[in-house]
């Protein structure tokens, strides 16, 4: 018998142009970004049935994450929780969140690939969302 103890539906490399950024520039030029999610939620159903209705729908997921990118935001954390939480509010069964979001070339005056965050959100069902 095989037993699935976790199971997790993800993005990986959603390449967006958005606005993000504390300088002035940032939020006027915009610049290139990049995010990945992965949603912890119970797919077992889904590799029993082979039907979409009982697993986490992935492009749902990536309207999600690019409707979020669209607002502006001054820093990448603030970012990265308003992807958590619409994850949490649209997915009810979704148990954890973690979210990447890397700015591509932030301006730091020197060759930087990317620089973000990431972050692990858990439901706390004693918490709004």
Not at 36 to 52: C, G, M, P, W
Not at 115 to 125: I, L, S
Request: contains cysteine; aromatic residues 10%; proline residues 3%.
């Amino acid at each position: 018998m095989t037993v699935c103890t976790d199971s997790v539906v993800f993005l990986r490399g959603v390449r967006v142009y958005a606005y993000h950024g504390v300088l002035d520039q940032e939020r006027r030029v915009g610049g290139w970004f990049t995010v990945d999610l992965r949603v912890h939620y119970n797919i077992i159903k889904a590799s029993e049935t082979d039907s979409v209705a009982d697993t986490l729908n992935y492009a749902a997921l990536f309207s999600l994450v690019t409707a979020e990118m669209e607002r502006p935001s001054a820093l990448l954390e603030h970012v990265a929780g308003r992807i958590a939480r619409s994850v949490f509010s649209g997915f009810p069964g979704s148990t954890a969140v973690d979210v990447t979001v890397v700015k591509e070339n932030p301006p730091m005056g020197g060759s930087v690939q990317g620089a973000g965050v990431e972050m692990h959100f858990k439901y706390d069902n004693n918490e709004k969302v």
